[in-house]
């Protein structure tokens, strides 16, 4: 298992390991460590530099406590949008990382406790001066990073708003389509009910032509038979076919007729046309419109 560890892990690096894997849930690890910082100092101050981690997982929570505080003069949490507060003697960093972003903090302590870290020491003229500018350079270049992203922002807004008329233009124009789709729609309707009225009244001649057929069938038969006409299915016919010259049939005589045939002949006429050009006016003006 040792030799799988080494393998696997950096000189420099901690963690716990267990061969078939974790199941889900919280672990509680505890280190301790003996550090041997490097370390900067000059008359007035001592200057010491932690790097926690820089290739790491997304760390979704970051808290760092340093208990006993009293030897801190100042602190900046790198990345800087850690939340620094103060609670008794201690001091709190909290937040959270992304992928391989360094997580360190950097650190202004007083001579005494410098003297007690087993560290390495280096004398650096203006310690402060050096660090606080160091620091004022971070949070100016975070400074124009809010400035660049505001920018970004305000453009994204402006895209969004005429993304927003541009919307509700074509929502206006939609509203007109449909209005006109409904226009449309009513005057199909209106032409398929005149083409029902049409298809109505030619259905209406068309009977009425066939009952005047009908009756004037059994008028003209009627007469025929009232002046001595016999129709030629009544006639015995011989075997070759022909009729007997002595039963031919009689013509039907001319004073048979009447004048209120060519008026029956004339309504039905009218209205084989009616029940022909009806639906045919209806379809020509339905596909004028």
């Not at 932690?50 to 997304?58: C, G, K, N, Q």
């Not at 124009?173 to 298809?199: G, H, M, N, P, W």
Request: with cysteine; hydrophobic share 40%.
């Amino acid at each position: 298992m040792i030799n799988t560890i080494s393998s696997l892990a950096y000189s420099n690096e901690v963690g716990s390991f267990k061969p078939d894997y974790y199941d889900p849930g919280r672990y509680t690890v505890q280190y301790t460590f003996d550090i041997h910082p490097p370390l900067e100092y000059d008359d007035d101050t001592g200057h010491l530099n932690l790097m926690f981690a820089s290739e790491h997982i997304p760390y979704r929570s970051v808290i760092i406590v340093f208990e006993d505080s009293e030897y801190i003069d100042a602190l900046y949490p790198h990345p800087i949008s850690y939340k620094v507060s103060k609670e008794d003697n201690r001091i709190v960093v909290t937040g959270s990382s992304g992928e391989d972003e360094l997580i360190e903090v950097e650190m202004l302590i007083d001579l005494d406790a410098l003297e007690a870290m087993d560290g390495f020491p280096t004398w650096v003229e203006g310690v402060r001066f050096r660090t606080m500018i160091a620091n004022i350079d971070t949070y100016e270049n975070l400074e124009k990073r809010y400035n660049s992203l505001l920018l970004n922002f305000t453009k994204l807004q402006e895209d969004l708003d005429e993304a927003n008329l541009e919307i509700s233009s074509t929502r206006s124009e939609l509203d007109l389509v449909e209005l006109e789709l409904e226009e449309k729609r009513s005057e199909l309707s209106k032409a398929y009910d005149k083409i029902t009225i049409f298809q109505v009244v030619a259905l209406v001649a068309f009977v009425a032509g066939l009952s005047l057929m009908y009756i004037m069938s059994k008028r003209g038969k009627a007469r025929a038979r009232a002046s001595g006409y016999e129709p030629s299915c009544c006639i015995p016919v011989t075997s070759y076919g022909k009729r007997p010259t002595s039963q031919r049939a009689r013509a039907v005589p001319s004073q048979v007729r009447k004048p209120t045939d060519a008026l029956y002949f004339i309504l039905l006429s009218f209205l084989v046309v009616l029940s022909t050009f009806i639906p045919l006016y209806g379809s020509l003006s339905l596909s004028m419109k």
